[in-house]
């Protein structure tokens, strides 16, 4: 078995701690202050003493645990294995966010976080949105207390002696806090040195050695909070193991199951699931079929099931290799070009997944084209950052669309996990574009999606990240003028919606702001004149105000002369 490591996780953010008490001072004060204390102690003992006789020492109550929502079944999920970060998927997934929720209900309101920008370097899990970190510091007693009594729960053996019981229900692969790491696949170990930080006790240590947080690592399936603690059904089934089995070719009246991950037919084992390779293990499955002899030989399969825990692809290779998304529709009908010995290697790209794939027939390859699945591909945007309510082109290619079909384009805000449509339009050809705006500001990821009918087809191979800002308004600093004259403001808009309006609010010397014009707003450059009486400095500010006359945003106040 191969020796992981004991710190497959790199910290390289300082997150914020708000409110925590500061560790205690060690000035000469400080220290006078301890030998004072010490010598009212020894003075007050007696009376201690007697009070002790009238009323008991209040002891600290224990720091409570988690209390599961379901009931938890006798069984108990599989122990997971090393599963460490290959992808970016930089949402948060439902379980992260349900165990954020978990330790706020049980211990009260800490800061937490779980996703992270895929640009930064290092193995977390939090670029893949199954990290949490509990913003917790051993430093202070009562946090400490908290956390501990957390880990101590998630770390005790179960009913049958079982290590790490509860962090397996939870669908946990490892811990880190404290200058300490604990791991699920290597329980025995218990809490083992990270990564020398016994030797690292300077301050500025802290977050990476985990003192001012406790760090979270979930499995796919706790990820996906598909374990015990949030279901009361137990997941047991692992990873298959690298398989190699021979399986006959199949006819369209007459399917041959080529692989079936619920019944282990093609894998020469019991039910288990697909499992991603990694760093430190790696999987094949090949299964071999009869090669025709005929040129150009394919065996056409039918994808019966394809169910993966983790935001990636199923991948079928022989002479070529034909990749299903997520979401690839059920009986979907594909050609393998084959190799000389009939050898197809199945894989997947992360996590765990059922697959069955059925074989029906084998011959000669001059339908490909025709039995390859659909393709769709959202194009680099040209901008990566724009305004509200302007309309942001979206291109891409699509390739084998079934007739009738329509892309969809489909946006989600990053705190948020379920996408939405905000645009259709029909496939006319292999390139499409699709324009459209939002009116509200943030970071969103994008894709489209095909579909025909109400069946979805396959989504874009990448989503696309897109920030959106506030309208904006400015106003360039006036000329100087004097009283009776037009006085011309000039600046720009950018994001306003159809509605808006620009309003010139002026002060005079000592008066009040007063609404001196209203203009409808269009995205660009303007001009307005007004017309002031009043020599001395005057103030002035464009207001970007809606059909209500809610304000969408401001320009920056300007001062100006008019001589008289």
């Known amino acids: 078995m191969a020796i992981l490591p004991l710190s497959p996780v790199t910290e390289n953010f300082a997150p914020v701690v708000k409110d925590f008490p500061q560790a205690a001072e060690t000035s000469p004060v400080a220290r006078n202050k301890g030998i004072w204390l010490k010598r009212a102690a020894i003075l007050f003992a007696g009376v201690g003493l007697l009070a002790s006789s009238v009323t008991l020492g209040a ?7 988690p209390a599961p929502k379901v009931a938890i079944p006798p069984a108990l999920d599989w122990q997971a294995e090393y599963q460490g970060q290959k992808i970016c998927s930089s949402w948060a997934k439902p379980g992260a966010a349900r165990l954020s929720e978990l330790l706020e209900e049980t211990y009260g309101a800490y800061t937490t976080y779980i996703i992270r920008s895929c640009a930064t370097s290092g193995i977390s899990e939090h670029e893949e949105g199954r990290a949490v970190d509990w913003m917790v510091n051993a430093a202070v007693p009562d946090q400490k207390a908290k956390a501990d009594a957390f880990l101590e729960w998630l770390t005790a053996p179960g009913p049958n002696g079982e290590l790490g019981a509860m962090a397996r229900r939870m669908g946990i692969m490892y811990l880190i806090w404290d200058d300490k790491m604990w791991r699920v696949y290597r329980p025995e170990d218990g809490w083992r040195e990270y990564s020398g930080c016994s030797k690292k006790q300077s301050g500025s240590y802290n977050t990476y050695c985990h003192r001012d947080h406790i760090h ?63 760093s430190y293990t790696s999987r094949s499955y090949d299964i071999t079929v009869p090669v025709p002899a005929v040129e150009n030989p394919v065996q056409r399969v039918q994808l019966q099931k394809f169910a993966l825990n983790a935001p990636e692809s199923l991948s079928i290779k022989s002479a070529e290799t034909v990749t299903f998304d997520q979401g690839a529709e059920q009986g979907q009908l594909v050609d393998i070009p084959l190799r000389s010995d009939g050898k197809i290697s199945v894989t997947v790209g992360a996590g765990y997944g059922d697959v069955i794939l059925r074989g029906l027939g084998n011959g000669a390859g001059a339908p490909l084209a025709a039995t390859k699945p659909a393709r769709l591909k959202l194009k680099k945007l040209a901008a990566d950052r724009t305004y509200v309510n302007t309309p942001v082109a979206y291109r891409g290619v699509v390739r084998r669309a079934p007739e009738g079909s329509a892309i969809k384009l489909q946006f989600r805000k990053k705190d948020k996990k379920k996408f939405k449509t905000r645009a259709t339009v029909p496939v006319t050809g292999r390139k499409y574009l699709v324009e459209k705006g939002l009116r509200n500001p943030g970071d969103f990821d994008v894709r489209t999606v095909l579909r025909q009918g109400k069946t979805r087809v396959t989504e ?18 006036p000329a100087r003028s004097k009283s009776g004259k037009r006085v011309k403001l000039c600046g720009a808009v950018a994001g306003a919606p159809a509605e808006a309006q620009l309003r010139v609010l002026h002060r005079p010397p000592s008066g009040q702001w007063r609404a001196r014009k209203t203009v409808p707003a269009t995205n660009g450059d303007y001009c307005i004149g007004i017309k002031v009486k009043r020599p001395g400095v005057s103030r002035i500010k464009i207001d970007l105000i809606g059909g209500k006359k809610s304000p969408w945003g401001e320009s920056v106040k300007r001062k100006y002369r008019l001589r008289q």
């Not at 006819?251 to 894998?267: I, K, Y």
């Open 460 to 477: 874009s191979t990448q989503t696309r990240q897109l920030a959106i800002d506030p309208a904006k308004v400015t106003l360039v600093k």
């Open 216 to 278: 979270v690592s979930l499995t796919w399936d706790g990820a996906n909070a598909a374990t015990s603690f949030w279901t009361g059904v137990a997941e047991t089934r692992g990873p298959c193991q690298s398989s190699t089995t021979e399986r006959p070719a199949g006819a369209p009246d007459a399917p041959s199951t080529l692989m079936n991950t619920e019944t282990g037919v093609g894998l020469d084992q019991p039910a288990c699931r697909l499992g991603a390779s990694s």
């Open 59 to 65: 002891t600290a109550a224990p720091a409570p645990v």
